[in-house]
Every structure is written in C-alpha cells, then in structure tokens.
C-alpha cells in the first residue's frame, strides 16, 4: 500500500469515525425527543425508557434503508463537496450538539450539520458556493412550522383529552395514558431511528464511494448499517438527561393526558411530514409539542425556557456555520492530511472538557425527575412568575 | 470523485421545488387531522373503560366493548405509523 493510499484512507477513517460520533451524540442529544414526556409522567422508568428508546433506534435503523444519499443537498454546491469539507462539517454539528446538551437545550442535529458543512463549505470556496434559498426552506421554514403545527396540535388535543375524560377517577385514566404513552413514545423512537441512523449512513456511504472503497451503485454495507444502527442506540442508551429533564420537567408541569397528547402530536407530526417529503425537526416538533400540552391544560408554561431554546434554535445554524468554518480553516491552515488528524484531535479535546464540565452537576437517571426549577439558572428570568 | 458527486450517482436527480406547498399543506392538515382523532378515540375508550369499571350488565359490555374498539383503533394507528416509516417520501 503506497504513501497517498495510507493517508488518503486516514481521512476516509476519521471521517468514519467522526461521523460514528456525530451519531452517538445524535442518540443521546434526541433521546429526550421520544422519552422525556414519558419519563416525566412515570409512564416509563428513566432507564427503561432510554433503553426501550435504544433498542427502537436501533431497529429503525434496519428497517428502512432509504439512505439519504446527499448531505446538505440543495444547500452547498455539490460538485464541491470533499472529505475534509464533511469532516469539518461534522466538527461544527458535534461541538453544538454537545454544547447544547451540557446547556440541557434540545437543539436540532440536522440543522446543525448543515451549518457545519456551510460553514466548512465557505471556507472553503466563499459564499458562491452555497445557495442560501435552501437553508430557507431546509432550516428556517421547517423550524417555523415544527413549533406551529406541534404546538397547535397538542393544544387541541390535550384539551379534548382532558375534556372528554372529566370525572373519570385519577386512577384509571392515569393507568389507560400511561399505557398510551408507551406506544406513543416508541413510535417516536422508532421513527428518529429510520431518519437520523441513516443520514450518518449517507454520510460514510458516500465517503467510500468517493473513496473507490465501493461502487456507486452498490448497496450500503451492512458494516455501515450496524455500525450507525449500534452508535445511535449507545448515544439513546446512555440518555441526555440533561435534556430529558429540561423537556420533562422544564417548559411545562407534565401529566400523563398531556403526555399522551404531545407525543401522539410529535409523532403524526413527524411522521405524516417525513411521509410527504417535507420532513421537520424531531426536537422542534417534540418541543412544540410539550409547549402546546401545556397551554391545552391551562397549566402555567415557563416561557422563560421556551425562549431561551429559541434562541439555541436561531443560533445553531450559525454557530455550527462557525465552528465548521473555524475547523476547515485550521485544517487548511495546517495542510491536508495532518490538519484534518490535529483538528480530529482538538474535536476530542473540546468534547472532553465539556463532559468534564457536566460532571460538576451531573443529572442522572436518578435525579432527573426530581423537583427542578430552570428558571433559577436563568440570568434574566422572570421571577417564578411560571410557577 | 467528491462526495456529492459520488451521491448524485447513487440518487435520483430529478428537480424538486424549493417548496412543495403540497406536500407542506398536506402534513399540517394530516398532522392536525389524524393527531386529534387518535388522542379523541383513546380518550374516549379510556371513558368507556371507566365507566364500564362501574356499570352492570348490558351496559358494561357495550362500555367495556367501546373501550377495547378505542384499544383497537390506537393499535391500528400505531401499524399505520410503522407502514409511514417504511414508505416515507
């Protein structure tokens, strides 16, 4: 095996490697998205849940293989698109998604990917290059209906919920939602499963086939599939309690009719989007969700919070963008082969510190449903006026 | 070969809009749509399982009946969810 092969194949594994890590950070950012209402409810044990959601992923994974073959499509100029412009990419989505989760903020993983590889796109070859109509319509729109539509739909539904079921004893109508909420939430997992298992499964697809490791029209690997299926049900497994507890805990107070709701709504939402070929965020939609259960149940939402996910939201496109830029730019600067190997290894440095950071107040299993008010941490927050 | 190009091999290239205002009004009315009726119908048998708890005869099994039809239509959603992913756009 000659020089440039060996070098050419270790950008091909970092890029393996980094996109295998984007998607564990994809698990356990988005397990909150299918389990925190239920968690939060009691339908479901925090570590069954997690694990339920785990087991679900993975076999979303498997069951669609209608990989999503192009990365940020529509938004870059694709001829253009290199190795190094999707490791860097996957940089800026990673640092965000792990920035976000120690903030307890869920924030979309795909939004942030595509800010990446804009980002690492524009260092690259300037703004020419890519087609800002797109990140209209694939990042702003879709972020904008998510919230309407979820949010609309779990007001209603919660409403009718509790309406319809007035003067049934606790007992029973806890028990039957509970129940509900089971399917609910594994439908959700099930559903980020198919979708966000395979954009990683694109993204390393893709990556031989420029790579001449196999043929553009041969089938995804089942090495691929496994390996993707396997590290977005570790990241699921290993939960984002943090988020989990902002979504279960934080917007809103969560009992099991509205838990039901929000998650019927998030997962018709997604499902039924996705289905017609307009699909919208998974975290959007489950938070809109949430939000809308509680203005349906007339019990008090901690708008404080919501907005501070807002803004996460609006900055994750260009924060991503900048971290994508920043990555490509030093790699750049470095040269080729080894500036992709030193920034890898910043990626890893920065995501240490930031777990180190976390075990300062860690949120686990057993305290995530414990009594927590996030408006506390909030520099201008309205004084418990939520409460 | 770049990445993207070796993507365009492997996918259809056939121009999509910017917006498919379609498929966009069909989600957010089947969204709305669907959404509503699966949480009505399971409430509504959650109702009828309550009462059918209390009742007696005739009664109970109507009650009892319209619970486990409000059983059947969730079920049945959740099967249509699964055909959803499995066909997705």
Redesign the interface.
């Known amino acids: 095996m000659g020089y440039n092969t060996r070098v050419h194949n270790l950008i091909l594994y970092l890029v393996i490697g980094t996109a295998l890590a984007f998607d564990f950070t994809n698990g356990f950012h988005d397990t909150a998205n299918a389990m925190a209402t239920s968690i939060a409810t009691g339908a479901f044990k925090p570590k069954t849940a997690v694990s339920v959601a785990a087991v679900l992923n993975l076999v979303g994974a498997f069951l669609s293989l209608s990989v999503a073959a192009t990365i940020a499509s529509g938004i870059v100029t694709q001829d253009l698109v290199t190795l190094p412009v999707i490791f860097a990419g996957l940089a800026g989505a990673i640092i965000w998604n792990v920035s976000t989760w120690y903030a307890g903020i869920p924030s979309s993983s795909s939004h942030a990917l595509i800010g990446g590889v804009v980002g690492a796109m524009l260092a690259y070859k300037g703004s020419a290059a890519v087609q800002w109509n797109g990140v209209f319509s694939k990042v702003l729109l879709p972020a904008i209906l998510a919230i309407a539509v979820a949010g609309a739909l779990a007001t209603a539904a919660t409403w009718l919920a509790f309406r319809i079921t007035r003067g049934v004893d606790d007992a029973p109508k806890t028990a039957g939602f509970r129940l509900a909420q089971k399917g609910s939430a594994s439908m959700i997992a099930l559903a980020h499963g198919t979708n966000d298992a395979q954009k990683t499964m694109g993204i390393i697809t893709l990556a031989l086939v420029a790579n001449n490791t196999i043929g553009a029209t041969d089938a995804t690997p089942t090495w691929v599939i496994a390996s993707c299926g396997t590290a977005i049900a570790l990241g699921t497994f290993l939960g984002g309690w943090r988020i989990i507890r902002t979504l279960g805990k934080g917007i809103t107070d969560l009992e099991s009719p509205q838990g039901f709701a929000a998650e019927t709504s998030s997962a018709t939402t997604i499902l039924t989007s996705s289905y017609l070929g307009f699909p919208l965020s998974t975290t959007q939609v489950c938070t809109g969700s949430v939000v809308g259960s509680g203005v349906g149940a007339g019990v008090p939402v901690r708008w404080a919070v919501f907005g501070r996910m807002i803004v996460a939201w609006i900055l994750t496109f260009p924060a991503a963008l900048g971290v994508g830029a920043l990555t490509y730019a030093i790699q750049d600067a470095i040269g080729g082969n080894v500036g992709v190997a030193v920034t890898a290894g910043l990626l890893a440095l920065v995501c240490l510190m930031i777990y180190v950071l976390s075990r300062r107040a860690p949120v686990t299993p057993a305290n995530v449903n414990d009594d927590w008010d996030p408006t506390d941490e909030l520099p201008a927050a309205e004084p418990a006026a939520a409460n | 070969?770049?990445?993207?190009?070796?993507?365009?091999?492997?996918?259809s290239t056939a121009p999509?809009p910017?917006?498919?205002w379609t498929?966009?009004g069909?989600?957010?009315v089947?969204?709305?749509v669907?959404?509503?009726a699966?949480?009505?119908v399971?409430?509504?048998?959650?109702?009828l399982?309550?009462a059918g708890?209390k009742g007696d005869g005739s009664t109970k099994v109507l009650e009892n009946l319209g619970a486990w039809l409000g059983v059947i239509v969730?079920?049945a959603a959740?099967a249509v969810?699964?055909w959803?992913?499995?066909?997705?756009?």
């Open positions: 070969m770049s990445i993207i190009a070796a993507a365009a091999a492997t996918t999509k910017l917006i498919d498929a966009l069909q989600s957010v089947f969204s709305l669907i959404g509503i699966i949480v009505v399971l409430a509504f048998s959650i109702r399982h309550a708890q969730v079920v959740v969810g699964i959803l992913i499995l066909h997705k756009g």
